[in-house]
């Protein structure tokens, strides 16, 4: 019977060891010392065939009684230590839920691109579909077709640039958009073409780059009146019913009759100020019926058909409207003038 006691001396001496252990390392190797291969427990058994055969059962279970015992204590151990480790990392990495969030500025668009858009939009809504063309343009499609001709004082009026590929140009205006439609669809014909353009000019109202909206409508029947009616409607939708509208006869080579559209001075109401040079009115659009030179330029029937066109440019609609006083400040890309236009 001296096993037994050694077992039971065994318990108690452990049990306490293990009670004062508290962390992972030191209780694998209690563990092992135990329960390991050559450990206090597993010799016991290993010696139990040298046990005289009365007690072998009695001291055989009670040795199998303790290895449980201390399987199910340093299982519940290893719980409470691993416990103990992850609420200590929690308190470490505790979030202080009253730190300020860092702000991440959302971007918003230009307010050219979003006038772009709207402009566009009020023309699609009345039924035109949208048409591009390309930046670097035929000079032909932007001069020729148009009806002006190479020595014609008219392309004086727009400073080009050339670039060093013969019989191309950075297009001065969206124009050329008209010729490419007509030359590829049959009217009836209602297309408006956004884009940018150049020209060399940049002074506080021109800047090299910036953007025309065009307009061509054909079909049979097309008359000045429906000129006058959808320019109506499309400046009343983008200043207000009550602008005050006023067609000048002007001249532009690729439509006849033409006239420029001035709007009343959306600053001073028609009084007179600097914005408006004391007229009291805006200019605001080119148009016109097309040119029948346009027309043949493109195989279109003159006798047929008759067209109205219009090209304005986004940049001053953009600073009219929101009355900015200088056209490099669309381009600077200041954010403290950028995000003034946040959500208009
Ligand atoms: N292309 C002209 C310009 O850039 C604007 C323009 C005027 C377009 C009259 C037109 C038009 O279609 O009919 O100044």
């Known amino acids: 019977m001296e096993l037994k006691k050694e077992l039971e001396a065994l318990k108690g001496d452990y049990e306490k060891k293990f009670e004062e252990i508290n962390n992972l390392q030191e209780l694998q190797k209690l563990k092992a010392e135990l329960l390991g291969k050559k450990g206090k427990i597993t010799q016991v058994l290993k010696n139990l065939k040298n046990v005289p055969p009365e007690e072998r059962k009695e001291i055989g279970k009670l040795a199998n009684q303790i290895k449980q015992f201390f399987e199910d204590l340093i299982k519940a151990k290893e719980q409470s230590i691993k416990d103990k480790l992850l609420e ?16 991440i500025e959302a971007g918003a668009p230009h307010v050219v691109k979003e006038t772009l858009k709207e402009i566009t939009d009020i023309f699609v809504t009345m039924g035109f579909s949208v048409a591009e063309g390309p930046e670097v343009e035929r000079e032909e499609y932007n001069f020729d077709m148009l009806n002006i001709p190479k020595d014609h004082p008219a392309r004086d009026m727009q400073d080009t640039f050339f670039i060093n590929k013969e019989g191309y140009v950075l297009r001065t205006h969206t124009s050329p958009v008209q010729i490419r439609t007509m030359l590829t669809k049959k009217p009836p014909i209602a297309i408006v073409a956004p884009g940018r353009v150049y020209r060399k000019d940049a002074d506080p109202t021109h800047s090299p780059m910036f953007h025309q909206i065009e307009g061509l409508f054909v079909d049979e ?34 439509t006849e009759p033409s006239v420029e559209v001035d709007i009343g001075c959306t600053v001073c109401g028609g009084e007179g100020c600097r914005v408006c040079k004391s007229t009291g009115w805006l200019e605001i659009l080119g148009a016109g019926m097309v040119d029948p030179n346009v027309f043949e330029a493109v195989g279109i029937d003159t006798e047929k058909y008759t067209g109205f066109a219009f090209g304005l440019g986004i940049e001053r609609i953009a600073m009219l409207k929101y009355r900015i006083p200088d056209i490099r400040l669309l381009f600077t890309n200041d954010l403290r003038f950028n995000t003034q236009f946040k959500g208009i």
């Open 221 to 254: 029947n097309v008359t000045f009146k429906d000129l006058k009616g959808i320019l109506k409607k499309f400046l009343e939708t983008v200043f207000g019913e009550n602008i005050s509208i006023r067609l000048r006869p002007s001249y532009f080579p690729f």
């Open 88 to 103: 200590e990392e929690l308190k470490k990495s505790q979030i202080d839920i009253t730190l300020p969030p860092f702000w």
